[in-house]
């Protein structure tokens, strides 16, 4: 997995913690003294983030080695070892926050990805992400949601067309924004925000090859399903909750968006020990 | 306020956002169009992180101009304009995200170190966070603990001596640990981790400024209370929520230690709309 | 136009020509002396690139003034003056070569496409450009292609799903990677790669959005759209050149696709002369 | 051959074509996946670039291996395998396009740069480039004319100094302007830039060591060659072409310097096929 | 020993003697010529910085050995062999003038410490350095005092608390600067400079862990000794040189710091030759 | 004065000063509290830095206004007030140390060129620095020698050709190295090392345009200029100090090069008050 961009967030996650240097380590830890080190599950969650946890100590020191025991998106239960790690102990030290930090985070996204997941696993439906993730951790933390099982929305604003009501208010309608959107490049589709019925007919008369419902009732989600007939992917969005989710991929839309996946997901608690 | 770190991680939020370009914006906003949109509160928070959200624009278009209402750490309601952000409508959208993710975490922070705080506000203790960050945020998510009435613990590995766990077992015992310590320069103190009252005796005659009580239970603080005698600060730290922090408190520590307060903080609603 | 892209080749480009400084203009020309330099046209060509002059201008010296007399995608004539440029001596001097070899190549791929848009302007083809660009120039190359009539095909390897030849083989098969590749985010099309008629019969059948027909000769580029029947996009790729893109374009392909555009431009000839 | 200014280069363009990650190979190719492929030639031309591949690859992903089968500079024939690269799968893909562009340029280059040199071959002139390379890429692109044969002129701004008409304008004249330069340091020869005899002449007498003759006929050059009497090198600049180059080498000029070496050499073509 | 900051600076100080390449080596050594050179001492001093000079050699080419004969801070006398480097010999070049740049440097200032250090060895005084280190050099220069037997100050404005001049002018005077520098976090002690005597009891009085005596005679410190009783550590600053410093360490203050350590050390002599 | 280089080195020197903050003055300072602070000779000496001074203000706070009583190059005397800065309280106590290192480094080898100067002015000679720089700052330290009215030496490996013992040991011989070194491009002059006779005769005889005499006697310099008739530029090398500068520079070598300008320069005494 060759990725700059999570080698860049994880360099200033090192820099931040590390400045000039682990002062306690210094004093206490023999420069030479190997360890070995065990990454241990304090609670059940989906397992997602041992690869960025390798490049962490890559970068502190190619000696180190990691061992991981469980795959990527599968279930730990407490007490499981995670992984080992093991060589030079002040490597071990340096590395250990910043890589229980990714970890516990991306974990904890995977976990509650796969809760919302396991609640409409026998329908269509997909859940999806949004761009509402940690500043610099876009990357690893839509690797989390695809772990448990989510997919993801676009990446940023460069890979996808989503004309949104800020927009329509500029271009003066949906029927005008969709005109021009259809300007983009030959491989992106184009989706556009509705709170209204007159603006979902707009949109599908339009050709919007994704619509996002925003805000709406479960009542006037099912409506919507009705009126688009599978013209366009219909996109449930605001407001949805674990309690709410199920209901909501009942009214039949194709993708369910959820924030909380990524702004809000608690991080499961996990810990590395030098035995 | 000058900060190299904060800047440093609000350029990588908005290069993983805006990658080439905001492809919507740039098929339907016009180039040279100026607009006027309001930040507003969709729930009831404390409002931490607007002097980020100027950097964001800055970066943008230094034309853009933010207008800020409501002071840092002060309380907002549902439905209040927090701010007003004019100029140039594609350098508008393209920062909305970046800084809404911004301003809901930092604000998150502080509405819940705030909800911690109160409950103790009567006590001479301190609410401290942890390393327990978000990569690439610590400095922005501290700043969101203060602006809480927290306080901050060491801001990485270089600012601060701390012995865990595992540097005691590497050095062999408290006592040959705080030795080392020690050599540590001048202007720094010494904070020892104990979970037993043998190892917080040594650490108490070896003149530890702090200890932190590693998971010890309220009874166990109490006893350390009386055992430190005010020789050293006390730390609680370790399974510390919302439900035990006054007992906790009441023990007499003067620190406590909250790892959620930054880790899993839920990020507070927040809206950017065109007018 | 904010772009962190543009912006960091520009440094680079100002970077590998300054070194420690122009030692001629600091031996020549007194420090804070002010000029005014015209950069004209030695040739006709359709102009693109002047806001990337602004910008090597203003990283120099924000006091450096560039006036701008042509539009973007205008046609300039031999001798046109383009711009004055005016502020101090030796930033203008330290400039000169870098906005010069911008807008020198931006200018050249522009008035290329121009050239090849101009023979099919009567169709509903486009022509579109490649990844072959100059290596850290691809953003600005991708802007010139526009500016002269052109359409961009995607940015990169993560702005759109293109199955090659390569990941056929690897595959093992138009039918497997077409199912594969449909776990692409839901705004993202699918465009394939075929080179013979089984392969275009398997990707149409698959729901292909986008075929690229791979040096494929006029008479089976006729044959493919008559298969096609407007199921999908498709995109005539390899060999095409001035002669016979017209030829290409009345078989009824939706997309050219010319290498050449970027790979291969000739610089137009521009001067900047302190006048 | 250690040089962070090719790798600076490299990581842009890389990092410009790879974003968030090449979605077309996450999603149809396995990530352990072991693949060989093949750099070949499809047309005649001179070969150079090949250690810049190597950095490609090995930035990429230090386990893929690049085996070169023909020396820098030398004539590779259409259908020759140039090299194999083998390792992981998603890697050679992830790196193809950004290694073939390099290539592809920097070999045109050499080619383009292998016909001047061959019509004057058995003369004395040496030809030489320019400042007018690709942005970013001057580097690599000097490199190229060096392995077709030709000598490069300053790398920048920053070692060699070279008077040029706008110096001279501000100088108010070659003499104040040559003796202004010998300040520089005591390794650093002065060219200066003339366009008739008068300044020749005083460029002469100033004791220029190089004298840059701008635009002059052959006939003129001829006279300039006279005059000089080896007193100076003589370099011929502007408007140079394939067709004239020759003629102007007989005038007894010591360099003759091409733009379009750089600035619009064609791209070679050459593929990378997975076997 | 993990360092980014040291790393960085030795990046950029080979950019910056390297450039576009080591031309004189190019011209001269055959490209995979190796080659054993030897560094050696030409004067008698502290050995310090060996860890960066692998560091230098390690950046040009991990394949370069480098494999030192003493040990960080033992002396080594006039022509002795400190440490053999072997690889390809361009490399070697490339290197040399950087890594003595930084031996000869941070040697100079372990040496200068050393001889500090030893007129007050039998003295329980720490001397200390300051921030008045060399641009970019502070991490390398701390480290050459710690090899020369003094001890660090802190190393940022970030690491302590110490209130100097300016600030009690602006706070209104030093128990008003006291009180507000104690919410600073709990693991830093405060350190206030005082140059009077009434100033000094204020200081005692709120508690400063450390003051320090800003250019004060010797009686004046030996009276400030007397006045603080133990309950602060002294610092003695300000025209502290070598001929005075043990009478001002038989005062009886805690730590002496020294400027000039860093800011006007003496590079020692040191040579690299190809054997 | 447009330098990335500067400020690349200034930035790091700002980094490792203030890493998270300047946590006494956000304590103390009021954050909208401006000031008005005076920088003033605590010494005679030469004064050379201040664009740099404002280059540290500038990148701190563009509102910090820099006020500068003295020309660069020019004398100050013990008390004078070289320049007022006034702005924001925090931003100008920030900057201050970085200010003061720059300054004092800058004026210091200013100052010590001066004296050197001074003792040869009625002379031809010139005196020069070496690549003998602190590590990252080679472009303000050789900006401070031409301040005190030395030359520079080139700036790095890539603007000159220097042959050097190293070189013509692995080229086998005087000869050969500058047959090859001739390959270089033609704005750039050759220097090479020679130690006895029959090396300055080779040198002479294979037209090296400057020949640096390493460590020979005075009396073998002497002879030197008497061999080279002028053919060559001499340039003495090696153990050159205060006090046998003069003798050397009437042997009438045209350079003589100094190590210490640069690596062994005491930095001047100059302070930073707020009034």
New interface residues.
Partial sequence: ?????AE??????????????????A?????S?D?R?VIRAKEDFILAGMPFVRNVFSI??PGIKVNTFFGEGTEVTKGSDIAEVAGN???L??G???A???L??VS?IATLTSAYKKLVSDLAV?I?DT??????????EKYGVRAGGG?????????????????I???GGVRT?MG??K?????????IEVSNFDNLREALDAGA??IMLDNMSVNDMRRAVEMAKGRA?L?ASGNINIDNVREIALTGV??ISV?ALT??A??VDISM??E
């Avoid at 590390?18 to 002062?23: P, Q, R, S, T």
């Avoid at 004093?27 to 420069?31: A, F, K, M, N």
């Avoid at 761009?131 to 690893?140: A, D, L, W």
């Avoid at 300007?183 to 989706?191: D, F, G, N, S, T």
Wanted: net charge positive; hydrophobic share 40%.
């Fill in positions: 997995m060759f990725s700059t961009l860049e967030t994880i360099r200033l996650a090192l820099a931040e913690d590390i400045g000039h240097g682990d002062i306690t380590s004093l206490i830890v023999p420069e003294l360890q080190a502190i020191d102990a002040r490597g030290l340096v250990e926050r910043t229980l930090n990714i516990q985070r904890g997909k999806v761009r509402k993730t940690s500043p610099g951790m876009r990357y690893m997919y993801n929305h676009r990446f940023g604003l460069y890979d996808g067309v989503l004309i949104k009501d800020n927009h208010k500029i271009a924004a021009l959107a300007q983009a490049h030959h491989l992106l589709k184009i989706e090859d994704v992917l996109e194709n993708l924030g702004h809000s608690r991080a020990k030098i």
